[in-house]
């Protein structure tokens, strides 16, 4: 339109062009849409590199990686057939109807679902990381203190202190923090006034790369949705909201086996919980659309896993009746990394958005096996380690008592913390993570957990009792423990 | 045998574990009631006969009771309506600006509790109402019952026929207690999360009405239904949709006993913040404990001051869709039965929080000396409101200028010396 205008000379088109983008706001939103890609897509390889390569460059991880889908699709498979039930089925137009008019309450459907069993445990995805072995190391050396006495074994390489030190800077004693310099006892004006504002003004900007810097010092709760769905770039387009629809009439349409696994799931976790029971509507309706979105098949390219594909019964091979696996079948912690979200996102299309695009930036590599730092093995040794190196009493005294740490800290790294800490907590904990876009703070939190508890770990004498000592987090402060177990630590 | 006279002889007549506990921890002395005693945590019905005229109890310096004598004009629906109505009237006459009226004649301040109706008393002008909203739905409450029992809603005129020959027949006859009701225009539009409805409980300890001092326990929740709301007419009758009370939710077949459907306030003011804003919740925080001080202020002129008494109740409060709170009841004898673990840990602190307050130190009493606890001894309390306090007038001291921190004393001084200083949500 406002190229018909008279003023528009053919000689200053270009220059007209880049001003009407900046001040129509479309330059900003290019920006956001580059740097998100940035963010989210791994650096170009080698062009010879064959495309396993980006999904994961060691060839032992691969294979591990693929060993495990195997085993998961065959445990589906095998309560497929002991149940009868298909992988997926069309629904019957009445049941249709009934879901359709169920949909907002879900939560209080009553199917018998004692017959479904959750396909595996934490512990049986921990024993497979345990086993993992690069075949080209050789570690001939004989056992010494410099020996790696954890869980992990597989040779890749982790930060240490210093090094977190200078990535986490932004979390340092010298820099103001939400989750410390907000108590009842600071004085807004010494940090939180001015934090607030300059958090408004990264919202009035619109700018994705300020918010993601913004942020790792905490968001303020009344900015904290716009921070993150900015961060994401997940603005409110239409287009979403009918896509959110239609993955709604996917859902009403085809029967899948992993609903009811879903729905068991949701109801022996979130449904219990103090804080997230309210919202056990809404985690069905997300999750059942989760698992029918194709688009989660992009992140494939950069993550390790390879979906496990399935087709409606009867109609095999056609691919618009295909519905994949996503390969964590256990949904727990899909749940779990839902349920928070909830406390921020009112409508399902834009919590559903904001829930698939944190998986596909980060939980996804929770649940599956790769050398990436952020990746559930990287996450185990850099744990480990940090025990170790600074802890190295507490983490020979657990092990000895048959307590490896590993063994207690895993669920709460492999669900981010979810259900483990008090909401606003956990929250200020997920700032960080799309802060740093990273889940390397995942580790160091489960490491300055062992090391506040370490005097009451010193005394336990059975893996038992030390599970007791952490049973309960709801009470901790995140931040002052992540800033002590870093900065205020004598290693 | 010094240590010994020094100890606190209690005695209650409710037989509850949260209770006992207390009392046993403190090394308090358990006793019959026609023992000497200094502590006595009595059911409603026993005020009533240590109070009554016939009885003449006169309690000494050295005895506390949990109840005032005359609770119920705070704790009974229809009273509780009466006071507050003349109460805005009296204030209305001073010409006070807290009952400024709106346009549509409406006070802007003091419009916290929903229409409400006794019956069978004021069915006529019910009906007058009634008609001016003819969709709307109403709520019929016994006065004198608890627990949800007796409820019902009513959209229809025809559903209260009996109240109606019953005002024609006995307007000179007082109705027993037992049959008088409320009715109220029911809060339809209620604010909903995950869709469903909740309502907060909050627990408020008054030391004394005249000055008044009050306390709020922090730690409060929402009780949330089990069934998805809906305003649908089919539905009036579905009382697990409507009425949150726990005695009646915990029948419903989705009852869970792991949390009982409760959700702490915390998590409200967390979740509101998030999606609503800051200035939006901290309104509305602030217009709870407003409403709260000012329920209370509206009975202290008619309550009995004992100096022997305190009480904690239980307030009941509907917030709706457009985030403004209604004050539904004040229950004198908050229940003390704990529907899940959490709840046991919760009821247990309340108590001993109370204690700590009402009876300092955990010494035998002197109800001759009135002094404010100080600061460490409130537990998961926070003062709402002190009326000696707020007329010294005194330095601002430790409180901070933060809306969502500050348990409202400030906003409310400013209230009380009549400047039309409401800061904190014009």
Redesign the interface.
Known sequence: VSLRKPEIKLESLKEDIKDFLKTSGWEKKLQNAVYSELNVFPSPCHPAAPPEHMKEPLAYMRKAQGSWEKRILKSLNSMCTELSIPLAQKRPVSEQKELLNKW??M??D?PDLSLFRPVYAPKDFLEVLMNLRNPNYENGEQPSFRSHLGLIQVPLKVKDIPELKEDFSELSLNTGQLGIDDS?QV??EFFENEHVRVGQKVLAEQDSAAAQQYVRQGC???L??DLWALILNISNQPEDILYYEQLKSNVIQHDLLVDSLIYKDVKLTA?????Y??????LYQVLLCFSRDTSVLEHFTYSSATPPKSYIRGKLGMEEYAVFYPPNVNYNSFILSVAPL?????EPPKLYQIFREMYVRFFFRLHSISSHPSGIVSLCLLFETLLQTHLPQLFYHLREIGAQPLRISFKWMVRAFSGYLA??QLLLLWDRILGYNSLEILAVLAAAVFAFRAVNLMEVTSLAAAEAVLADLSTLKVMPLLQIFLFATVT | FRIMAGKVKWVTDIEKSVLINNFEKRGWIQVTENEDWNFYWMSVQTIRNVFSVETGYRLSDDQIVNHFPNHYELTRKDLMVKNIKRYRKELEKEGSPLAEKDENGKYIYLDFVPVTFMLPADYNLFVEEFRKNPSSTWIMKPCGKAQGKGIFLINKLSQIKKWSRDSKTSSFVSQSSKEAYVISLYISNPLL????KFDLRLYVLVSTYRPLRCYMYKLGFCR?C???YTPSTSELDNMFVHLTNVAIQKHG??Y?H??G?K??V??LR??L???R??EV?NKLFDEIHWIIVQSLKAVAPVMNNDKHCFECYGYDIIIDDKLKPWLIEVNASPSLTSSTA?DRILKYNLINDTLNIAVPNGEIPDCKCNKSPPKEVLGNYEVLYDEEMAQSDGPDRDL???PG?STGVKGNRARDSGKPVLTTWK
């Open positions: 907002n309450e939560g209080t009553e009842a004085p807004p303020p709760t009344a904290r949705a449904s219990n919980d103090d804080y029971f309210v919202f056990e509507d809404y909830c406390f921020l996102y009112h909401t606003d | 999360i995950g869709g469903k949330f089990t069934v998805k077949d989705d869970n792991i949390h459907g959700w702490a915390s998590n967390l979740y913040e998030s999606t804003g800051k919740t959490n901070r200028s933060r921190q």
